[in-house]
């Protein structure tokens, strides 16, 4: 008897949500375990030990297309937004870090704001985008946060590279588009004015 052949589009949707699965698990892992670390040597893998990790303008790598619906039903990218510097901040309405570092966040984006400084968040695994609104009402969070319910935004950044690996986890974007630091921890006020500074000042 010949083995069954499983349908293609079903072997895809299979994969598909098994890749999807294991972003959430990543990131709820970091989230619920801040003080492990991850692999070593020259992966650049860190999860969730609270490194910031600074890139010189000659190394620094383009970042990935971010684009897609936000969490109050509208559409946003990363690249609406090119010329500026971008903090996109990665954070769930259930993860206790997100919670703590929110109202810094909100007040920085806005002092920020006048040097060309553009916040982006990319709310995960809120299954339920009406969980991200709330708390985006909370804590006066007015910048946007795209929807990524299953990790498939955090999955465009490739391994190796500066990829948040983490929740929270911000990085900084240049004004041409490339990943210009990364913090693998919730950032208080403080935290973030020193890594979003002298990006900001480049010319």
């Known amino acids: 008897m010949s083995p069954t052949r499983v ?6 949707r299979g ?3 098994l890749a999807a699965a294991a972003a959430a698990a990543l990131v709820l892992a970091a989230c ?24 010189k303008a000659a190394d620094r790598h383009k970042a990935p297309d971010l684009s897609g619906k936000t969490v109050t039903g509208g559409k946003d990218s990363l690249a609406a937004y090119k010329g500026k510097v971008v903090v996109i901040n990665i954070w769930g309405s259930w993860c206790a870090p997100c919670r703590a570092e929110a ?3 909100a007040k920085v984006a806005k002092e920020e704001a006048p040097k060309g400084v553009q916040f982006l968040g990319i709310n995960t695994r809120d299954l339920d985008a009406s969980n991200a609104a709330r708390f985006d009402k909370t804590y006066d969070i007015t910048y946007p946060s795209l929807f990524d319910p299953y ?11 500066l990829n948040p690996q983490s929740l929270p986890a911000t990085l900084i974007i240049d004004r041409q588009g490339r990943v210009a630091a990364r913090a693998l921890k919730a950032l208080n006020e403080d935290d973030l004015h020193k890594i979003i500074d002298p990006v900001a000042a480049e010319k």
């Open 15 to 17: 994969a598909a949500a």
């Open 103 to 105: 109202p810094g966040l």
């Open 32 to 55: 619920t375990s801040s003080s492990s670390s991850g692999g070593g040597g020259n992966s650049n893998y860190v999860s969730g030990t609270g490194e910031v990790n600074v890139v």
């Open 151 to 161: 990790g498939k935004l955090i999955l465009r950044f490739p391994r190796g590279s």
């Open 7 to 12: 349908p293609r589009r079903s072997t895809l």
